[in-house]
């Protein structure tokens, strides 16, 4: 299949995050009042020692869902969902296991400890960080103000995309030609290196240290994770008008 009908989902080495220090994880998940954390999400009733709810992860009428205090726990006995208030606040915030950590210590009013090891990483996720949104930001700004913006008005509005939703969804556009976001980025020799690793710049074979976009001529879809951050891009077909 042609790879211009294809959806590129560039994930980049965002996994790659400082540790957090295991000993705190075990100490956070003792402290955390866990009928606290998951009633401020699910209102919770008080049964005996334990509190109860309908599930938040299965619909019911009668509330099966369990929170036991005393052993740090919830239990759901109609689908069996359970775990501890790490585990529910990753499926109920739909986050990643760091992202669960540091929402449960913030809402605890506790300091994260990260491994002291992986701190130089720190500066890295900074950068990729940065840069990804430089880029959203040349995609949106190549929406307005390309000389193909009239071209890729007319694609919208055939699949009903309207300027709000480009803007509420932050929408851009990799215009026609091989190296406009390179070209953007070429004075920074460390941010077009990043560019290749992230796959939205490709190496020349026959010339080193020469690139092409990824993308081109078509609508860009950011992608966020739960923190809002732009992780990656989306360019789900050539820019086509039919007329």
Not at 14 to 31: A, G, K, V
Not at 65 to 81: A, D, L, M, R, S
Not at 203 to 224: Q, T
Not at 235 to 241: K, N, V
Request: charged share 30%; with cysteine; proline share 5%.
């Amino acid at each position: 299949m042609d790879n211009y009908n294809k959806i590129f989902l560039l994930l980049f080495i965002f996994c790659i995050m400082p540790f957090i220090d295991r000993d705190f994880i075990n100490d956070l998940t003792q402290r955390v009042d866990i009928v606290d954390l998951i009633n401020r999400r699910v209102p919770l009733k008080k049964a005996g020692k334990d509190y109860k709810a309908c599930c938040p992860f299965h619909n019911e009428k009668t509330p099966s869902f369990t929170v036991v205090p005393n052993k740090q726990i919830y239990h759901c006995f109609g689908c069996g969902e359970s775990g501890s208030a790490l585990d529910f606040v990753m499926k109920f915030d739909h986050l990643d296991f760091k992202e669960a950590v540091e929402t449960v210590a913030s809402e605890s009013g506790i300091s994260v400890v990260y491994d002291q090891k992986a701190k130089p990483v720190d500066a890295r996720i900074k950068r990729y960080r940065d840069l990804m949104q430089n880029v959203n930001e040349f995609y949106q700004y190549q929406l307005r103000h390309s000389p193909a913006k009239n071209k890729v008005t007319s694609y919208a509005k055939q699949r009903e995309i309207s300027g709000q939703i480009a803007v509420r969804f932050e929408l851009g556009f990799a215009p026609p030609g091989w190296s406009n976001l390179f070209d953007h980025f070429k004075q920074d020799e460390n941010a077009i290196q990043d560019l290749e690793k992230m796959g939205l710049l490709v190496a020349k074979k026959d010339k080193e240290g020469e690139y092409y976009d990824r993308f081109r001529d078509r609508l860009m879809f950011p992608i966020h994770n739960a923190r809002g951050d732009v992780i990656a891009f989306g360019g789900p077909a050539r820019i086509i008008l039919n007329i």
